[in-house]
């Protein structure tokens, strides 16, 4: 009788998943180019990668592709039919923006990167096949980009990267075709993307942003700071300077008196953020702590008597400078111009965390005017 019970059973679950099968085919056969099994996306990342053959990169990533078939990243390439199919969203809390200070150039909607990640499936499942999909092609493909910067740029010393001789000697040049390679794959990324994924949605927003932070993160992100470090000393010295004189300046400013009397730790928590801008792992990272830096100070200046004030700039221009001075990140200003540099215009000229990111630049390309932006 058991028996007979189990032989029940096990006709059921076939039954059941011959069911599932043949419903997954049926919507699978109504995704464009799923039964067409397309290279196009790899003819036209070989076009890319052959009008960039003057860098070095581009001759590796070619090996790999001619020894690459489209079938074997099919999960990958069907992500997002598989979105659209299991069309369920996940509630992610929304960041509270309740009793913030208004700015003259309105921030009603800053937000951080990895939030607007979260909360949008087609934006978290292709920075995951980015960024942590192992048995992603496209993954693959940026972790050998990654490693052939590394290998061209730089050496192991004991455990950390140092840039070669002949880079070194030469960094004006050098920097400048870093630079020019990172943004190029970028763009290169962008091309292709779309004709790699089935049924990808036609228009996924801050795609540009999503695959910067996959490709400038980690070893690169490393790579980058180090260049800065030989190629921008004069610079940084005077910032370092500027550090150190306004440490000594005592300030009777009203607003320093505003900061340090918040009974909320958000002055605290806006100098943890201009340090965590510095010990970011990702372009993204970096974008995080901005808008966190710039949310805080915004939490600090609120005045619950008149909640509607607008700060004027000269104020928030003097809140940053605080913060930042009282911070002492040494490396601030490496990080700034790989943000500047690298951020994509969509988020540097449209998002509101762009302004965060201009007054910080302001800030560290004025570092001898200080004394005047402090607000009495």
Request: aromatic share 10%; hydrophobic share 35%; proline share 2%.
């Amino acid at each position: 009788m058991g028996n007979g019970d189990s032989k029940h059973k096990s006709l059921n679950e076939a039954q059941y998943f011959q069911r599932t099968r043949k419903k997954h085919l049926e919507f699978f056969s109504k995704v464009n180019g799923f039964l067409e099994n397309t290279s196009e996306w790899i003819y036209v990342l070989k076009q890319e990668l052959i009008q960039n053959s003057k860098y070095k990169w581009s001759k590796e990533l070619l090996k790999m592709l001619r020894e690459r078939e489209n079938y074997q990243d099919l999960s990958s390439k069907s992500a997002f039919a598989w979105n659209k199919y299991n069309s369920e969203k996940n509630k992610v809390p929304k960041v509270d923006s309740n009793n913030v200070c208004k700015w003259r150039e309105s921030i009603a909607n800053l937000q951080t990167f990895s939030y607007e990640i979260e909360i949008d499936p087609n934006k978290k499942s292709l920075h995951r096949y980015l960024t942590s999909q192992s048995d992603c092609t496209l993954h693959t493909i940026i972790k050998m980009f990654r490693s052939s910067l590394m290998k061209i740029y730089t050496r192991k010393d004991g455990r950390k990267f140092v840039l070669k001789e002949n880079i070194s000697v030469n960094l004006q040049k050098y920097s400048k075709e870093l630079d020019e390679s990172i943004l190029g794959f970028c763009n290169i990324m962008q091309k292709i993307i779309p004709k790699f994924f089935l049924d990808i949605p036609e228009k996924i927003q801050d795609l540009e942003s999503i695959i910067r932070d996959s490709i400038i993160s980690g070893d690169i992100l490393e790579l980058l700071i180090l260049v800065r470090q030989e190629l921008e000393r004069e610079k940084h010295n005077e910032y370092l300077q500027g550090l150190q004189n306004i440490g000594f300046f005592r300030s009777k400013s009203p607003i320093l008196g505003q900061l340090e009397r918040d009974s909320n730790s958000n002055y605290t928590n806006a100098i943890k953020s201009v340090l965590e801008i510095t010990q970011s792992n990702s372009i993204g990272q970096m974008h995080d702590a901005v808008a966190m830096l710039m949310n805080h100070i915004s939490l600090s200046l609120y005045n619950p008597e008149n909640p509607d004030a607008i700060v004027e700039d000269d104020t928030i221009i003097s809140a940053f400078l605080f913060v930042l001075a009282r911070s002492s990140a040494p490396n601030l200003p490496h990080y700034l111009s790989i943000l500047t540099t690298f951020m994509d215009q969509t988020t540097l000229t449209v998002k509101d965390v762009g302004k965060g990111v201009v007054k910080l630049s302001f800030l560290l390309n004025n570092v001898t005017d200080w004394s005047t932006f402090i607000t009495y």
